[in-house]
């Protein structure tokens, strides 16, 4: 009768061993972030193995390398920003200063207005016949109207003028930003 090999039998318990052996050197090995601490345990397991040795030399090399492009990336990005905030300020602060002007502008303007319309009331008042006052209401309309549009121009000009003048450092920054962009 024919029997079959003992090799096979006696390699499977072979590797049923290799795998419980193999077991618990998964469980024990855990992820330990890159630290001080983990440095020091790496130089020291690179004495006792000539690979890990120029792994962790290679690994300290191109951590070094990109520190210092990262700290490079972090500084300019920083830089940016605050340059960016500045600019900011610089607009809101021009903004704030010429919005203060225009409404001081309209202030002016209405009280003007105020004291011209007093004063062409009296007159209005002071008219004898009909004629007179209709032409006395028609010169204060045509006042009105002149003055009317002489403000409106005066405050579109200050208001065109503010925007431009406050919105410049915001566009000396994103020249800046692009220029930098396209290098």
Known sequence: MAT??????TAKPAAKSAKA?????????????????????LRAMSTSTPELKTYYNAME???SNYKDQYEKMAGEA???????????????????????????????????SAERNSAAMKSL??????????EAQNKMAQENMDEAMSAV????????KVCTEACEPLNEQ??????????
């Open 153 to 160: 121009t005066k405050i579109s000009e200050m208001a065109i």
């Open 21 to 41: 052996k193999a077991a618990p050197s998964k469980e024990a090995s855990k992820v330990i972030p890159f630290s001080p601490m983990s440095a020091d345990a």
């Open 78 to 112: 920083s830089a940016a920003a605050r340059q960016g905030i500045e600019s900011y300020v610089r607009f809101g602060t021009s903004m704030m200063k010429g919005s203060e002007a225009i409404l001081k502008t309209c202030m002016e303007i209405a009280q003007d």
């Open 61 to 63: 090399t191109t951590m």
């Open 174 to 183: 994103m020249t800046k930003s692009m220029k930098k962009m396209s290098a």
């Open 4 to 9: 079959k090999p003992s090799s096979k039998k």
């Open 125 to 134: 008042m002071a008219c004898r016949t009909l004629n007179e006052a209709a």
